[in-house]
């Protein structure tokens, strides 16, 4: 089991920056144990994935739409998963999510696919303006 409660989510004006935070609280695997991603849903649109990262942090993978301006990185001594994102545009609007998945496979496809995932935060709402 694992609970994720996303935070750092806030209005921004276009060309902005901000950076979301995920703590995890594990109770049977390790948190390092646990490949994770980020994902985000706007309102009439389906969930879609942004950038996910292996249990150690040396694969990354993004989704072509943010390549270049988010960063994904997590710290396993804090239990933590980070979303710096940077450049921010107007359809960067939506409500973001962390989740993660004990089943670890590198590949994009694999990890950008919600489906991949069995534990879900709440989301926090990021919202810019133009």
């Known amino acids: 089991q694992v609970q994720l409660v996303e935070s750092g989510g806030g209005s921004v004006q276009a060309g902005g920056s901000l950076r979301l935070s995920c703590a995890a609280s594990?109770?049977?695997?390790?948190?390092?144990?646990?490949?994770m991603g980020w994902f985000r849903q706007a309102p009439g649109k389906e969930r879609e994935g942004v950038a996910a990262?292996?249990?150690?942090?040396?694969?990354?993978s993004y989704a072509d739409s943010v390549k270049g301006r988010y960063t994904i990185s997590r710290d396993n001594a804090k239990n933590t998963l980070y979303l710096q994102m940077n450049s921010l545009k107007p359809e960067d609007t939506a409500m973001y999510y962390c989740?993660?998945?004990?089943?670890?496979?590198?590949?994009?496809?694999?990890?950008?696919?919600?489906?991949?995932?069995?534990?879900w935060g709440q989301g926090t709402q990021v919202t810019v303006s133009s």
């Open positions: 990262i292996s249990t150690g942090g040396v694969y990354t």
């Open positions: 989740a993660a998945t004990i089943r670890c496979a590198t590949r994009t496809a694999y990890l950008l696919t919600a489906g991949s995932y069995g534990y």
């Open positions: 594990a109770s049977i695997y390790t948190y390092d144990s646990y490949c």
